[in-house]
């Protein structure tokens, strides 16, 4: 059984940085699609970025965009997403999501009902 665990929400100032760590387990990796999704209260969760952990392909949503970066750590097993220049709207949930799949594009990606595990999530905040 596929198992995720995200670390490293906390509060920051806007302008600052914080790296998440996705611990997965349960499964050898290589042939997922490893993707972020954030939540803030009543709204949607959205896609942030997903990564093919066979090719290293990155994949981002246009508001995240420069400031964002996604990474994967083979020997650790581990995906990070570090943000930077954070601003209020990036508050929220984030959570990691896996996918044994390949070949498929961002639109796909994107899509949150696509991916067949998550994590519990943790909280960003970020002040202004």
């Known amino acids: 059984q596929v198992h995720l665990v995200e670390s490293g929400g906390g509060l920051v100032e806007a302008g600052g940085s914080l790296r998440l760590s996705c611990a997965a387990s349960?499964?050898?990796?290589?042939?997922?699609?490893i993707g972020w999704f954030h939540q803030a209260p009543g709204k949607e969760r959205e896609f942030v970025a997903a990564?093919?952990?066979?090719?290293?392909?990155?994949y981002y949503a246009g508001s995240v965009k420069g400031r964002f970066t996604i990474s994967r750590d083979n020997a650790k097993n581990t995906l990070y997403l570090q943000m930077n220049s954070l601003k209020p709207e990036d508050t929220a949930v984030y959570s990691c999501?896996?996918?044994?799949?390949?070949?498929?594009?961002?639109?796909?990606?994107?899509?949150?009902?696509?991916?067949?595990?998550w994590g519990q999530g943790t909280q960003v905040t970020v002040s202004s």
């Open positions: 990564i093919s952990w066979s090719d290293g392909n990155t």
């Open positions: 999501a896996a996918k044994r799949a390949v070949g498929f594009g961002i639109v796909t990606m994107m899509s949150s009902r696509w991916y067949d595990y």
């Open positions: 349960g499964d050898t990796f290589t042939e997922y699609i």
